[in-house]
């Protein structure tokens, strides 16, 4: 599939995805929806842009699908992708349509700031890290070696760390504690996830054994 369609779909796709969290809200006035929104859409693009700019291998490697992904990883991103749409609509039904739950301004703000700090790891890690796959690899087609620097120097995985961040403050945020089961559950496949692939690269990436013998922390530094 061409890449500008492809795009024009995930566009559309994801047009109607937000068109569905304001149905299930009942209403446009939810101002901190679309705070969120304005920040997502502000943060994606300058990310994209960069990308393309500064290191266009990444960002074709980021917007393609590449035949020799791990299964597992593939089957891990769809689960984790139903578990999101699944977020996206509890948070509207509690926190707008029918009130289940409440999170406090002294809650939801520091929230955000935990969002805002997954922003800049993520940015972070995409300054350092010219192999950083959307789907676990081995890009031997791209001269793969292994990345040290930046947050890299005290994790392993700080993608993974600015996942999680990012899926327990968004709910908050947005009002509601019912998403955070949800939430809950894609915290515990990115740790699956972060175990899979760090044996798998430990197994099949020169260096990595040593990187990850100097470099102890997967995720939490002091914690695992």
């Known amino acids: 599939m061409d890449a500008r369609l492809r795009y024009v779909l995930r566009l559309t796709a994801t047009a109607g995805f937000v068109g569905l969290i304001f149905l299930a809200a009942g209403t446009f006035r939810w101002p901190r929806l679309w705070f969120f929104l304005g920040f997502y859409a502000l943060t994606t693009s300058a990310l994209m842009l960069w990308l393309k700019r500064?290191?266009?291998g990444l960002f074709k490697e980021r917007t393609t699908v590449k035949k020799d992904a791990k299964a597992w990883d593939k089957v891990i991103v769809k689960v984790y992708t139903a578990l999101l749409m699944i977020l996206y609509i509890l948070v509207p039904l509690d926190a707008v349509r029918f009130r289940w739950s409440r999170v406090p301004p002294t809650v939801s703000w520091p929230a955000f700031a935990v969002v805002f700090l997954a922003w800049i790891i993520v940015f972070w890690a995409f300054r350092e890290n010219a192999f950083?796959?959307?789907?676990?690899?081995?890009?031997?087609d791209r001269g793969h070696t292994v990345c040290t620097t930046g947050?890299?120097?005290?994790?392993?995985?700080p993608?993974?760390?600015?996942?999680?961040?990012?899926i327990l403050g968004v709910p908050l945020f947005l009002g509601s504690l019912y998403a955070l089961i949800p939430a809950g559950l894609i915290v515990g496949l990115f740790v699956l996830r972060t175990s899979l692939e760090?044996?798998?690269?430990r197994r099949e990436l020169p260096g990595y054994p040593e990187y990850a013998a100097r470099t102890r922390w997967k995720l939490v530094p002091k914690v695992w």
């Open 54 to 56: 500064h290191d266009p």
């Open 132 to 140: 950083l796959s959307g789907l676990v690899r081995i890009q031997t």
């Open 151 to 157: 947050p890299y120097r005290t994790v392993r995985h």
């Open 159 to 166: 993608m993974y760390l600015a996942v999680i961040l990012s």
């Open 198 to 201: 760090d044996r798998t690269l």
